[in-house]
């Protein structure tokens, strides 16, 4: 959906009539709507109200700037036109300006005499100044005004800034875009809370009792056991991971300190060996009903930990 600018052209009067009309066309042209002072009389409090809401109701200030500063408004001791620059630039305003070439100028004033500054010329020369040290271009004829319109209207129309005006008949069309967008808006958080939800969850099941895999594994790696020879041929010094993978099938199915379990394998295994591997939670000692003895078997953790190592390996060697 495109929006039309709203477009307030500004100028002194009589020497600008061509100029002006051939903005006006250029706006229009452009799709877009011209307003201008020549709707009004100057040296009027109550207009000079009604041409600030204009301004103010405007999208962009369009300025050409001719020869003459223009009538004086008492109350700023400037030209209207100067006023009404002013104005705009204070309020924030999107301002451009078109300004007569000197050559121009002398053959305007050559028709015309009168349309060459001569009572304010300083004043003139100020407000000048100030137009050509922000957005401003020099023309020489009609074409250069409408040329100008157009470029500096199409830069606008990518404003987002810029409000515009709609038809009236589209209006339902931006509320339904609205709502659309406001629901996106909704069903986008909902998600983005899902999805850390799922983060969460995630790294929750990548830790092992609150351990990252590689930060235990590695742990494992660097602290050492000696097997005693009821559980080696020899006594053997191996890693804590190294000794967790090899005793796995006896932990799955758990050790006890029954006073009736005479066997040293199992006695080393419950008094030497489980107790290097409770404190990470791989091992866990579970109350046996009925009986006075406890069982030191694998934990969920402890089997989560073993079935990641197997499938890294498996994808090492494979």
Partial sequence: MKKKLQVFISSTYTDMIEERQA?????????????????????????????????????????????????????????????????????????????????????????????????????????????????????????????????????????????????????????????????????????????????KRQNQNNLINGWDYEELKNTLIKRDITLPMSLSEIEEEMTLLQCFVRMADRFSVGVTNSARNKSETTRALYYHVAPKFLPYGLLEKVKVAGVQYERIQTSKEGFKFLAKYNIRNARIMN
């Fill in 23 to 199: 903005a006006v066309s250029a706006v229009l042209n452009s799709g877009h709507i011209p307003a201008g002072m020549e709707l009004f009389k100057s040296g009027d409090k109550s207009q000079k109200e009604t041409i600030k809401r204009w301004i103010d109701e405007s999208d962009v200030y369009m300025l050409i700037l001719g020869g003459r500063y223009g009538s004086i408004d008492e109350e700023t001791g400037k030209s209207y036109t100067h006023w009404e620059y002013d104005y705009a630039g204070e309020i924030g305003k999107r301002r451009f300006a078109v300004v007569i070439e000197d050559n121009s100028l002398r053959d305007k004033a050559m028709k015309n005499p009168d349309f060459m500054e001569r009572e304010n010329y300083p004043k003139y020369q100020d407000f000048k100044r100030d137009v050509l040290g922000n957005i401003s271009k020099f023309y020489e004829d009609l074409k250069d005004i409408k040329l100008t319109v157009m470029e500096s209207l199409k830069e606008y129309e990518a404003d987002d800034k810029l409000v515009g005006w709609v038809k009236a008949d589209q209006i339902s069309n931006v509320e339904d875009t609205l709502k659309e967008n406001a629901k996106l808006l909704k069903d986008n958080a909902k998600f983005k809370t899902e999805i850390e939800t799922l983060k």
